[in-house]
């Protein structure tokens, strides 16, 4: 697996954004039995300011977010609760996988208001936004309990607490 980091924000260098994508993708990828060795994932580590920019300009919502993703192909299950097409490699072999921002700013402020550390809540995002590459989503109410319960599933495999229990 190649997770070829770009960070705009030098906050996310400290963070050790880097290492926690590749551990969060790999972690994807090693639960659901993905071959990941010709896959390819692309991370943005930016801040606020950048990231409403995006969200603006790909979601038509003119704020900030926490992560957002962008499949390179459309993988979503037909059905509600179904599990997603695998990814396919390409002709050459190799599966780009699509891209993932995450915004310093927010992530800080969430696992500040949550009682997480930086680390936790950041391989979370990472894992919701590879997810998200890989066609799971949580538009649906059955797609939304798969995609959850992948997340909780993945981050305990971690030693990360459930991100969806209020009282953690």
Known sequence: MSIDVSIEDGRWEAAGLEALAERACAAVFDHLALDGED????????????IMILNADFRQKDKATNVLSWPSAERAAAGAGEMPAKPEPDAFGECELGDIAISYDTCVREANEAGKSLADHATHLLVHGTLHLLGFDHERDLDATLMEGMETEILGKMGIADPYREDV
Do not use: E, T
Not at 39 to 50: K, N, Q, T
């Open 39 to 50: 896959v390819d994932v692309s991370v943005l580590g930016c801040d606020d300011a950048r």
